[in-house]
Every structure is written in C-alpha cells, then in structure tokens.
T-cell receptor, first 114, second 116 residues
Framework: NAGVMQNPRHLVRRRGQEARLRCSPM?????VYWYRQLPEEGLKFMVY????????ESGMPKERFSAEFPKEGPSILRIQQVVRGDSAAYFC????????????FGNGTRLTVT | QKEVEQDPGPLSVPEGAIVSLNCTYS??????FMWYRQYSRKGPELLMY????GNKEDGRFTAQVDKSSKYISLFIRDSQPSDSATYLC????????????????FGQGTILTVHP
C-alpha cells in the first residue's frame, strides 16, 4: 500500500465547500483509478484515468465531481459544493499497464462533510 | 439484488484454524476474481488475483473459483492474529476479448478476527 500515496489522509469540509483529493501512483504506473467507500457499503468504482485522459468515468456522479491526471503531478479528484452524502473514504489505485494488471490501492482520504 | 454478495460476518476463529471466506455473484460475465485484505483505516491490499475458474495457492492462502456455481472462496490455513482484517472479494467482467481494465465490483467485505 505504501506505493500509492494519497493526501490528505483526513479532510473536513463544510457543506458547499470544495474538496480536492490527491493521488500519486506507484512508481512506473501510469493508470489511476478512484473508488469510493461509503459507510456500510463496499468499494464503488468512480473513474479510470491515464495521463491526460479520462478512460472510463461511468461511476462518477453527473454533477459536482471531476477528476484529472495531468502530464505532470498527481491525479486530482475534485468535489465541488460538497454535501453530507459525500462523506466517505476515497481510495486511489494504480496499475502498471492498465490491462490485465492488478490494482494497488493507497490508504485513502477520509472526507467528512459537516 | 447486489451483483456480488458477501457475508459481512463478523467471523471469529481461534489461532491455527482454517478460515473459509466466500462470495457469490449473479453476473456470469465476470472473468477476473480477486481477494483483498483491508486493515482498519488502511487501503485494500491485494492477496490473490485469478482469471476464470480453478484454484490458486500462495503460501497459506488458496483461492478457488467455480464459475458454474458463480461462487468464489478464499481459504486461509494456520490462521494468525495478524490475519484479523476485513476481506474483500472483487470481480471484473473484462471486455469482449477478455481484457480487464480495473473496473472492479466489490463485495461488502467479511470482518475476520483470529484470537490467540
């Protein structure tokens, strides 16, 4: 797990604020995934990105959520105008080649919306 | 009905016991099957990764996939207190050509406690 770095580990936001979650993949990995774990629920796929490209965003809520993975720097998951229902653990994962390649997860960012 | 069903437990066993963890699924298109271990306040850690049916062994862990029954299992031999964690099964369809892309469907997780 230490290979995928997520920050911050904990994030508290008031309703209506923006949340920015960062993820640096394992060294050499260029494929990044975001998953969300709601209380009492399993992990849910949100989005799959490669450098500068969104490959699959079928799990992303239609509004307020966006993700990017720029050529330089970490992947960012952005949540605008947060609501209490956004409170969850957000996990980033990376894989080496993105195809037939297992995912390695970070330790997550726990978002609390007050 | 959830695509992947997993008994949340909790499951409590004595040290040295053989542990059996299971998941059932409804979508016959799933081709890739994984088991992750998640310690409290940590991210999931990959334990086993298998394609299609059959068995796979790695140390004290054995994964079994029975696609005809839509049933997968993880066995832990000689369980240790350090095995106490939540165990997550995960699956992926793959595309028409059998390629997986990391879009996993997870079970809810089974909480396991191994007591000395």
């Amino acid at each position: 797990n230490a290979g995928v770095m997520q920050n911050p580990r904990h994030l508290v936001r008031r309703r209506g604020q923006e949340a920015r979650l960062r993820c640096s993949p394992m060294k050499g990995h260029s494929h990044v995934y975001w998953y969300r774990q709601l209380p009492e629920e399993g992990l849910k796929f949100m989005v799959y990105l490669q450098k500068e490209n969104i490959i699959d965003e079928s799990g992303m809520p239609k509004e307020r959520f966006s993700a990017e993975f720029p050529k330089e720097g970490p992947s960012i998951l952005r949540i605008q105008q947060v609501v209490r229902g956004d409170s969850a653990a957000y996990f980033c994962a990376s894989s080496l080649i993105g195809v037939n390649s297992p995912l390695h997860f970070g330790n997550g960012t726990r978002l609390t919306v007050t | 009905q959830k695509e992947v069903e997993q008994d949340p437990g909790p499951l409590s066993v004595p040290e040295g016991a053989i542990v059996s963890l299971n998941c059932t699924y409804s979508n016959s298109a799933f081709q890739y099957f994984m088991w992750y271990r998640q310690y409290s306040r940590k991210g999931p850690e990959l334990l086993m990764y298998t394609y299609s049916s059959g068995n796979k062994e790695d140390g004290r862990f054995t994964a079994q996939v029975d696609k005809s029954s839509k049933y997968i299992s993880l066995f832990i031999r000689d369980s240790q207190p350090s095995d106490s964690a939540t165990y997550l099964c995960a699956m992926e369809r793959g595309d028409a050509g059998g390629t997986s892309y990391g879009k996993l469907t997870f079970g809810q997780g089974t909480i396991l406690t191994v007591h000395p």
